[in-house]
């Protein structure tokens, strides 16, 4: 299911949530006629994480911090919000590598880490 608001770009004020495309669609139009002829309909999905959570998972990003060499000198785990879009590699520097993955908990996090990096080689 999605909830559509509309953004008013000449003020900080939304209408909304609506979750009837085509009744969006007049407010809109009525909006655009009467106040801000720039205002947008913005779409957002309910409960985007629904599977996840209800899994007991939880958002964790893992940063490993590289030497020259390529050979880890450190890492950290965190839990973050909002979760990224995907699992794997979301920064990928020279001396620092940043995965997503969703885990149960930390050590999960870790052990999850060597199947997701075999699932990119692969694709």
């Known amino acids: 299911m999605e909830v559509m608001v509309i953004d008013r770009v000449e003020s900080d004020a939304y209408f909304g949530p609506f979750t009837d495309p085509a009744l969006a669609n ?3 139009g009525i909006i655009r006629e009467a ?6 309909l913005l ?7 629904k ?3 209800r899994a007991g998972l939880k958002p964790y990003c893992i940063g490993v911090e590289l030497n020259s060499d390529g050979k880890v000198i450190g890492k950290k785990i965190e839990l973050i919000w909002p979760p990224k879009d995907e699992e794997g590699l979301y920064d990928d520097r020279d001396f ?14 870790i052990m999850r880490l060597p199947a997701i990096l075999r699932a990119r080689r692969v694709k």
């Open 96 to 109: 620092y590598k940043g995965y997503f993955v969703w885990a149960g908990s930390e050590n999960d996090a």
């Open 35 to 40: 106040v801000d002829d720039e205002a947008e």
């Open 51 to 53: 599977e996840q959570l």
């Open 26 to 28: 007049l407010a809109l």
């Open 43 to 49: 779409t957002f999905k309910c409960d985007p994480y």
